[in-house]
């Protein structure tokens, strides 16, 4: 079996290189003037002949070959894991802040109103409590507590031992994002999508993944699913809930780790009636006066430089200090704006003594002066954290005026539970090729769709000429320019109507499964046999197949390549590796499957000699050169916006955020985000990017919001 997949492997490849060679001798043939008085070119007819014959025997090999066989779950289980234990390690590095001491914050069991997990202890700590999920029948713990105790990081560090103490049977921990969640969509067909679009996946093997439950989800921010912080029965939280108490294994309910801020799970379970089931919920403990000053002087270079504030919690526990560096995430902060140094001299940026300013007399001023001092204590550091030596590539004023901007929109998303076109806008997570509403929800799709329609304009300026310099059959010119029409048409009304273009991400080292390869061969033969229609349909409008066979058999051949080779630069563009990826591979590998395939198609379409009985007219040169300066940008353009939608809307977003518009962002916007990221400001969650906690986020958001 494994022999007659690789032979039939090997015979697309060659069919396509074949054709390739094919239509690259016709055209040098024919700019050349090898035909003679319109007679028939028998090598070039031979070329073309044999490449179309290995075309449709390879696509018969690959459809007997590629026969259907059990997918190997442990061995696809087994590098998620790999993929997924190096994104926790980054992750839970990058919440530290680049350093390895962490606050052993505190739990305890909160029991719900019936069905808690058996097995829960009273109490646990940080350091463990993977061996607490351990001992829990079913496996399903429930993580709360106040904004900034440390929920994610809590997570994380289950994940991560997990991870270590995995067995080829256990399931593969796996953090996913509620933001993004419609509660109507199937928990598990959510679940597999977020795998193809995280790691890579095979559609097939996440599915496949998920029905075996060799996938536990770790969901995370179930109070970020409403923008009302008290959530009704009937909300997204509500439902989210429902639906994981429906979420089976075979003897039970199936495992799971769900966060929570404690304000919202407290409405949904005391309230409403709703709660995870059989699952034991878990209240992180705000941090103590004596915790936080140990982890200070743990996490310090110079111990002696935070004595003042030590001593200032040590004597009032209970003070405005003691309680605004109460959590793990403030005390992180702490030491992030206090720490940094000049990189040439050494001094500290920052003495921690100003945390004890009298203007700080509240816990909440605490909290906004640390992060007010987080924008601009990473711009001065991100370059030294990045091991570099360039200076900041953006200043602080740019930094916060464009993270302020994206903060705003995400505020907005959350306090109004905005939709476009019934397509629900995130109020944590930034994706790039969804975020072109925060420019408005039309301005965008009217450049989109401008800037298509002149792409068409372009290419039937182009075209006109070239297909009226010679006689041909007047029905089929008409049907031609019909279909052009009606294809022009179509795609312009659909870069208006669809709201929410979806990036495509394939690659032939994703198709491990006989099903995907299967369909690959499938999609390879219907790209010839398409082309090859195609080209014999421009022959005859053209009047080219009236001349002679030979350029009857060079039209074919060239739409068979075109059709074959476009499909198959399809399925190579994109890498197909599992694994975690930056969010910038979704839009890039999109933008590059638009320009590559448009460029293709535009190089062999538009710069294609004009051909003529007898060979080309050697004055026909300057009008050849003229006609392929206009056909292969308008070809390259007009196709890299149709297969690169989601690219295309994308730019639309860049076009509309200029200084002429009130809104404002960088040209290089992924650019920008992935520094803010290795800045600490930004993290990684899947396929987006969000504020590094979400006190940053509202603390942003809050300079502009209007009452």
């Known amino acids: 079996m494994g022999r007659g997949r690789g032979q039939g492997w090997g015979l697309a490849v060659l069919a396509a290189v074949a054709l390739v060679a094919a239509v690259g001798f016709g055209a040098r043939a024919a700019r050349s003037g090898v035909v003679v008085d319109g007679a028939f070119d028998g090598v070039g007819a031979v070329i073309a002949l044999v490449s179309l014959a290995v075309a449709l025997v390879a696509a018969r090999h690959s459809a007997q070959a590629l026969r259907w066989q059990e997918t190997n779950l442990q061995e696809v289980a087994a590098r998620l894991a790999v993929a997924v234990l190096d994104e926790t390690r980054t992750a839970r590095q990058q919440l530290l802040g680049d350093h390895d001491r962490t606050v052993d914050v505190r739990f305890v069991l909160c029991p719900a109103p019936a069905h808690t997990a058996a097995g829960a202890g009273a109490d646990g700590r940080l350091g463990g409590v993977v061996d607490y999920y351990r001992d829990l029948r079913p496996r399903r713990?429930?993580?709360?507590?106040?904004?900034?105790?440390?929920k994610t990081v809590l997570a994380l560090q289950l994940m991560l031992h997990l991870l270590l103490r995995r067995t080829p049977d256990d399931p593969v921990p796996v953090l996913l994002s509620l933001a993004s969640w419609d509660p109507d969509e199937d928990l598990?067909?959510?679940?597999?999508?977020?795998?193809?679009?995280?790691?890579?996946?095979?559609?097939?093997?996440?599915?496949?993944?998920?029905?075996?439950r060799l996938v536990l989800p770790v969901l995370d921010g179930l109070d970020e699913m409403d923008a009302d912080s008290m959530p009704g029965y009937a909300s997204r939280a509500g439902r989210a809930v429902r639906a994981l108490n429906r979420y089976q294994d075979a003897d039970g309910k199936a495992g799971l780790v769900?966060?929570?801020?404690?304000?919202?799970?407290?409405?949904?379970?005391?309230?409403?009636?709703?709660?995870?089931?059989?699952?034991?919920?878990?209240?992180?403990?705000?941090?103590?006066?004596?915790?936080?000053?140990?982890?200070?002087?743990?996490?310090?270079?110079?111990?002696?430089?935070?004595?003042?504030?030590?001593?200032?919690?040590?004597?009032?526990?209970?003070?405005?200090?003691?309680?605004?560096?109460?959590?793990?995430?403030?005390?992180?902060?702490?030491?992030?704006?206090?720490?940094?140094?000049?990189?040439?001299?050494?001094?500290?940026?920052?003495?921690?003594?100003?945390?004890?300013?009298?203007?700080?007399?509240?816990?909440?001023?605490?909290?906004?002066?640390?992060?007010?001092?987080?924008?601009?204590?990473?711009?001065?550091?991100?370059?030294?954290?990045?091991g570099t030596r360039r200076r900041a590539r953006y200043t602080p004023g740019q930094v916060r005026a464009w993270l302020t901007e994206l903060a705003v929109h995400l505020d907005r998303n959350a306090a109004t539970g905005r939709t476009v076109g019934g397509w629900p806008l995130s109020g944590t997570d930034i994706v790039l090729h969804?975020?072109?509403p925060l420019a408005g929800s039309r301005l965008p799709r009217a450049v989109h769709t401008a800037l298509l329609a002149a792409a068409w304009l372009l290419c039937a300026a182009a075209l006109l000429p070239r297909a009226t310099a010679k006689p041909g059959f007047l029905p089929v010119q008409l049907a031609v320019g019909g279909m052009f029409s009606l294809l022009a048409c179509s795609s312009l009304f659909a870069a208006w109507v669809v709201v929410m273009p979806q990036p495509d991400r394939m690659g032939l080292r994703r198709f491990r499964t006989p099903a995907d390869r299967r369909r690959t061969a499938k999609w390879l033969g219907l790209g010839g046999m398409c082309g090859m229609a195609a080209g014999?349909?421009?022959?005859i409008a053209t009047g080219d197949v009236l001349s002679g066979p030979a350029e009857g058999v060079l039209w074919l051949a060239t739409g068979g390549g075109m059709g074959f080779?476009?499909?198959?630069?399809?399925?190579?563009?994109?890498?197909g590796a599992v694994g975690g990826g930056d969010p910038r591979d979704v839009m890039r590998d999109n933008l590059v499957l638009g320009a590559v395939f448009g460029g293709v198609f535009g190089l062999v379409t538009g710069g294609g000699a004009p051909i003529v009985p007898g060979g080309v007219d050697p004055q026909d040169g300057e009008r050849w050169f003229e006609a392929g300066l206009v056909c292969v940008p308008a070809f390259t353009l007009v196709i890299g916006l149709l297969y690169g939608p989601a690219g295309a809307r994308y730019a639309s977003l860049l076009l509309c955020t200029r200084r002429w518009n009130r809104h404002r962002l960088p040209w290089r916007l992924g650019r920008f985000l992935?520094?803010?990221?290795?800045?600490?400001?930004?993290?990684?969650?899947?396929?987006?990017?969000?504020?590094?906690?979400?006190?940053?986020?509202?603390?942003?958001?809050?300079?502009?919001?209007?009452?």
């Open 565 to 575: 080779g476009g499909v198959l630069v399809f399925l190579l563009v994109v890498p």
């Open 258 to 386: 769900l966060t929570c801020r404690t304000r919202a799970y407290t409405v949904l379970e005391g309230l409403r009636g709703v709660w995870a089931q059989d699952a034991a919920r878990v209240e992180i403990r705000p941090v103590d006066a004596a915790g936080a000053g140990g982890f200070l002087r743990a996490r310090a270079a110079d111990p002696g430089r935070w004595q003042p504030v030590i001593d200032e919690l040590e004597r009032a526990p209970d003070g405005p200090l003691a309680r605004g560096l109460s959590t793990p995430w403030r005390l992180t902060l702490a030491s992030l704006v206090h720490e940094p140094r000049d990189e040439r001299t050494g001094a500290y940026l920052r003495d921690p003594a100003e945390l004890l300013a009298p203007e700080l007399d509240t816990a909440e001023a605490v909290s906004e002066h640390l992060l007010g001092l987080l924008v601009p204590t990473a711009t001065a550091t991100a370059d030294a954290l990045s």
């Open 536 to 539: 014999g349909a421009a022959g």
């Open 434 to 436: 969804e975020l072109w």
């Open 141 to 150: 713990l429930v993580v709360t507590g106040a904004p900034g105790a440390g």
């Open 674 to 707: 992935h520094w803010c990221y290795g800045a600490g400001l930004l993290r990684l969650a899947g396929t987006a990017y969000q504020f590094r906690h979400r006190e940053l986020q509202d603390h942003l958001a809050s300079r502009v919001r209007t009452p």
């Open 188 to 212: 598990g067909e959510w679940i597999a999508r977020r795998l193809r679009d995280t790691y890579r996946l095979p559609a097939a093997s996440a599915r496949e993944l998920v029905r075996a």
